[in-house]
C-alpha cells in the first residue's frame, strides 16, 4: 500500500494565559491510499486540531508532518494554499454553498481556481453531481435543497477535482440518521471507485460502523488504532 | 472567474444595490457640480475679459491705480501709434482702444426742455473700423431689444431700462453730459439706434454704447483713450502667455517713472479675477477630494459589511486553496465593475442635470451684486470633455479604496480557525 501521510512525532501546543496547552502530543500514525478511516474521541481530545494540521490549515508545533511528499511545516502560505486546491478536498459540519451561486456554479468553483477550460469544467462537475445523484438539481440554488441535498453537494464540490484525501470534520453532525446513511454510502462508494483516501473527525455512532480504521483520541495521544475488515452491513446496502 | 465573480454581483443585491446607489449619487454630484462650476467660472471670466479687463489691458500708471472711477483725465496718448505697435510687437493678440466714461443723459421733450435725467455708464468700443470684433465680443447684437447697431457717427446704443424709464424711442436724441479730458465740460448728442439689455446688472442700470471715435470727440479725447485692450486671436484667455506678453511689454518701461507711462496688467491682475482662477483651478480637485474621502468611508463600511456576511465563502474558498492575495483580488476586481457600474449611471444622470443647467441656466436675478465684476444673472453649467470622465475619478477610486480597506480583513484571517468557524 503505498503511503500519502506520515506523521511522526507531531504535538502541537497552543499558548494559553502564560503557559500553553498541549491539544497533540507525540502522534504517531500513517496513511495509507484509499483508506475510509475515522478521528474519534471524546470532545476536546484534538480530532480537528489533526485534521488542520493534515490539511495544512494550521502547523505542527514539533514533529513532522509528510503529506503526499511535502513536509506541512515547511509550506510556505502559497504552497499550502495550492496542496489544498490541488489534492485536497475539506467537508465541513456545515456544508456552507455559497448562496447566490447555482449547484452547479458552487462545485464549479474549485475548477475555477484550477483555471481549466470550460468545456472540461463542465464534464467535470456534471460527473460529481452524478456521483452524489444530484444532476437534476445542477440548476437549483443551496436554499432551494435540504440539509441531506447540500452537504451531497458539498461533497461534490470537495471531490470534482478528485483530490487525494478528503478531510470531513464531523459531516454529518447537522443531518438526520437517514441522510447521514445517504451521504456516508456516497462517500464510501467513491472512496472505492476512485481510490479517495477519506480522513474523519466524529462522534457519530452511524459514520464508525462505516469506518474501515479507527483511531481513539484522548488528550491529544493515540490510545487506539484497530482496523476493522470489511463490513457485511455495507455491502448489504451498497 | 470575472464571469463568475459578475453572476455574484448581479444576484447579490446586497453587494451591488447599495454601494452602486452611494457611487452614483456621489458621481452624480460630482458631474454636476463640476459642470456647474466650469460654467459659472468660464462665463465670469469670458464676461470680465470681454466686458471688462480684456485678456490684458494697457493703462497709464495713474489710471490703473484708479482704474474704479475711470480716470480719463490720466488716460493714455497716442494711442493710435501705441495700437500698431501693439498689434506689431504681440500680433497673437487683437488690440484694440476702449474708452470708458460716466455722466448724465438728458432726455429733452419737444421745446428742448429736460424731460429726464439719469446717470449712465458710458462705454466707447470700436464699432465702425472694418473687422472690429468689438459688437461681437461684447456680445451686443443678441443684446438689442428694440433697434439696430449704431451705423453711423452720433449713434448710440442705450439701455432698455433707461429707454423704458425715460420713455425714449428709437429715433430720439439723447444728450450726454460729461467731463473732458482737461476736466472742462463736455455734452454731445447721440440719436438712439437701439435699446440693450445685457442680463448683467451692472451694464443694464444704465448703459450707453457709442463708437470710440464719437466719444473721443464728445470727451475731447482725440487720439487717446482709457484703456487699450488686448485679446488672444483663439479667444482663450492663455495665463502663461498673457504673463509673457506682459512682462516683455512692461520691462520696455522699467525706468521710466513717469506716472502717465503705460503699465500692461493680465486678467488676473483685476477685479479680484486672480483668486476665481485659482479657485475655478482647484474646484474640481478639491471636489473630487471631497467625495472621493466621503464616499470611501461610506463604502469601507458597506463593505465591512459585506465582508462580515460573506465570512463564510470567504473562508471556505481560502479552505479550498484560494490564496489571500488572490481572493483579496478578486474583491479588488468586484469592486471596480460595481465602481464602473455606478459611475456609468451616476454620470448619465449628472450629464442629463448638466444639460438642463447648461440650456435652461439658474436665474439668480437681483441676488447678484457684482460690485465692478461683471457677473450674469443667469448662470450655466457647461459640459465639457472633462464633465463626460470626471466622475469616474471619484467613482472608482473611493468604491476601490472602500474595498482594499474592508478587504484587508481577509489577510489576518487565520487558516488555522477555518475548521471552527466554518462549523456552525
Ligand atoms: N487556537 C486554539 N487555542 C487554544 N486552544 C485550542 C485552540 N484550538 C484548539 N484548542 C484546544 O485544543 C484542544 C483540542 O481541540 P480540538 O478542536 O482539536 O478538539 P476536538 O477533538 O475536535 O473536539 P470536538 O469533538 O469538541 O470538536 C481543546 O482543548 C481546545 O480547547
Ligand atoms: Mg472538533
Redesign the interface.
Known sequence: METIIQIHQLSKRFPVGNGEFTALNEVNLTFDKGEFTGLVGPSGSGK?TL??II?S??APSSGEVTVLGQSIAHLT??Q???????H?G?I???Y?L?P??TVF?NV???L??QHLPAAERRKAVMEALEWVGLTDKAQSRPAQLSGGESQRVAIA?AMVKKPAIVLA??PT?NLDSKNSHHILQTMLRLNQELQTTFLFATHDEKVMSYLRRIISLEDGRVVKDERIAAHSFIKSNS | MIRFLIKGILRDPNRSVLPVLVISIGVFLSVLFSAWFSGVFSDMIRLNANFSTGHLKVMTRAYAENAEQMPNDLALLETGSLVADLQRQFPQLDWTQRIRFGGLLDVADAEGNTRAQGMAAGYAVDLFSPGSREAERMNIMPAIVEGRLPAQPGEALISDDFARRFKVGLGDTVTLFGSTMDGGMSFANFAVAGTVRFGMPVLDRGAIIVDITDAQSALDMQDAAGEVLGFFKSDQYEEAAALEVKTAFNARFQNDDDEFAPLMQRLNDQNGLEEYLVLSKSMSGIMIFVFIFAMSIVLWNTGLLGGLRRYNEFGIRLAMGEEKKRLFRSLIIESVVIGLAGSVLGTALGLSAAYYLQETGLDFGSAVQGGSMMMPTVFRAHIGAQTFYIGFIPGLFSMVLGNALSGLGIYRRKTAELFKELSV
Not at chain 1, 80 to 86: E, F
Request: glycine residues 2%; negative net charge; hydrophobic residues 45%.
Open positions: 480537528t485534521l488542520n490539511g490549515l494550521d502560505h502559497a499550502s494554499a495550492q496542496l489544498r486546491n490541488r485536497l475539506f465541513f459540519q456545515t456552507n455559497f447566490v451561486y456554479e464549479e468553483f474549485a475555477l481556481l464540490r470534520d464531523e453532525a
